[in-house]
């Protein structure tokens, strides 16, 4: 079955530290995709990353990094050199090919970065 | 260049009242998703629609939900009757996947509507 775990469910850090929110994943599928979402207070959902089974590269955006890892099943996402407005709740999601491309979401790591 | 859009942004209704909740997909996307989000939960599939089709809907309650994707118009999720346990929010997402086609397309959401039962 598919199944998303986001086991930090809050975390809490000072403006310019490091975090690393961590997603692990289960599927029966080889293709598949995962994804990162970003709800800030205003409610809405913003996409921030798309990545599918076969490309294990890292990816850098900025101060947002990815880090995919299939040995673990692991999907991470670090935050670097946080700011207040990185404060939301991120959720990661997997989709697999053979089926709908419905979402199945986590249940999300609420991120409090204090000044 | 609007993305996807969804309307009311806020709803109350009073139980037992019906409840439309209206999804505008992103111009040139054929496809449209409906989730929920209980408070402090992640979001749950509900439903899947192309243009005048329903996909999967292997997320939907069995009872008082329905959902539309008319040849024109916005997709509705309708509930009627509503409980308590209706109160969420509700995300609309929109993708352009063309039927067959292999490529897995991002999925764009609308800003949600927060559904409140009195």
């Known amino acids: 079955a598919q199944k998303v775990t986001q086991a930090q469910t809050e975390i809490s850090v000072v403006e310019k530290e490091d975090v690393t929110l961590d997603c692990v994943y289960e599927?029966?599928?080889?293709?598949?995709?995962l994804f990162w979402y970003k709800q800030p207070p205003s409610g809405e959902l913003v996409f921030l990353i798309r990545?599918?089974?076969?490309?294990?590269q890292n990816e850098i955006s900025g101060r947002y990094s990815w880090n995919f890892q299939k040995s673990t099943s692991s999907f991470n996402f670090t935050i670097t050199a946080s700011q207040v407005v990185d404060s939301a709740v991120y959720f990661c999601?997997?989709?697999?090919?053979?089926?709908?491309?419905?979402?199945?979401f986590g249940t999300g790591t609420r991120l409090q970065v204090f000044p | 260049n609007a993305g996807v859009m969804q309307n009311p942004r806020h709803l109350v209704r009073r139980r037992g009242q019906e409840a439309r909740l209206r999804c505008s997909p992103m111009k040139g996307h054929s496809h449209v998703y409906w989730y929920r989000q209980l408070p402090e939960e992640g979001l749950k599939f509900m439903v899947y629609?192309?243009?005048?089709?329903?996909?999967?809907e292997s997320g939907m309650p069995k009872e008082r939900f329905s959902a539309e994707f008319p040849k024109e118009g916005p997709s509705i999720l309708r509930i009627q009757q509503v409980v308590r346990g209706d109160s969420a929010a509700y995300f609309c997402?929109?993708?352009?996947?063309?039927?067959?086609?292999?490529?897995?397309?991002?999925?764009?959401f609308g800003p949600g509507t927060r559904l409140t039962v009195l």
């Open positions: 999601a997997l989709s697999e090919s053979y089926n709908t491309d419905k979402l199945i």
């Open positions: 997402a929109s993708s352009p996947r063309e039927r067959g086609g292999r490529a897995l397309d991002t999925q764009y």
């Open positions: 990545r599918n089974s076969f490309d294990e």
């Open positions: 599927t029966r599928d080889t293709t598949y995709y």
């Open positions: 629609l192309q243009k005048e089709n329903i996909i999967d």
